[in-house]
């Protein structure tokens, strides 16, 4: 799988598309839904998740939620028959892991609504990827995350309970990050995650381990080091004052 082709499925995943895995190996199949789904941390997928379909479930792939689902190849011609005359009507996605190709009516859509500086950078990052090990590639697409929600505590600036208004106005002066926000507010698995922080804000559990990853981002880590040193000199200055 290449990269350009593993950051189409990622966004779709993303935006919760239902997506159709094939292969002729279901060990295969459990071990790319696994690695896919691990891509999307700090989320977790809130939708169908069958690995593998058996036959007499093959009514789940005209499901009008999102789905992750995996297809043996011995039983793919008998769901396209059931399912292919809709497959472009119904946004349904297809994953051939084994021709290494993604057939996607909305990929084109779901890429052009992260911004694209944050999409140049993982296409950088996951270059050279076929001498990377599996940490260094779910490393890259952390840092995406990352990226894309650095603003998600600010849904809490005027109220206990999450904003969406207001996280979305903190990109107000990014059109591009503000468009990906309004988008990504009707995620389930968004909604899921900031409803996990609320309740550790309640029980002041504090900060995780993504939280230090969004503040160890190179832009947010000078502002911190800077406003540190700022905090540093006026307690010196003070120090000095009362020393006199």
Known sequence: MSPGLLIDVFVSLLFERRIILRSNSLGTLTDVCSALESLLFPFKWQGIYIIPLHVEMLDYCHAPTPYLIGVHSSIFERLMSEVGNSII?????????????????????????????????????????????????????????????????????????????????????????????????????????????????????????????ISNLPELKSNLDALKKFGVGLLEKGKKRNSK
């Open 89 to 213: 009507d119904e946004n349904i996605s297809i994953l051939d892991i084994d021709k290494k190709a993604f057939y996607s009516n909305t990929k084109e859509e779901d890429y052009d609504s992260i911004p694209r500086k944050v999409m140049k950078e993982l296409e950088s990052n996951l270059k050279g990827w076929d001498q990377f090990g599996g940490r260094e590639i779910k490393d890259a697409f952390v840092t995406c995350q990352a990226r894309l929600l650095s603003n998600y505590t600010c849904g809490w600036l005027n109220s206990e309970h999450f904003n969406k208004d207001d996280f979305i106005a903190s990109h107000r002066s990014d059109p591009s990050f503000q468009m990906f926000a309004e988008k990504l507010i009707q995620v389930q698995m968004f909604e899921q995650y900031v409803t996990m922080k609320e309740d550790k804000r309640r029980k002041f559990e504090g900060r995780d381990g993504f939280d230090t990853v």
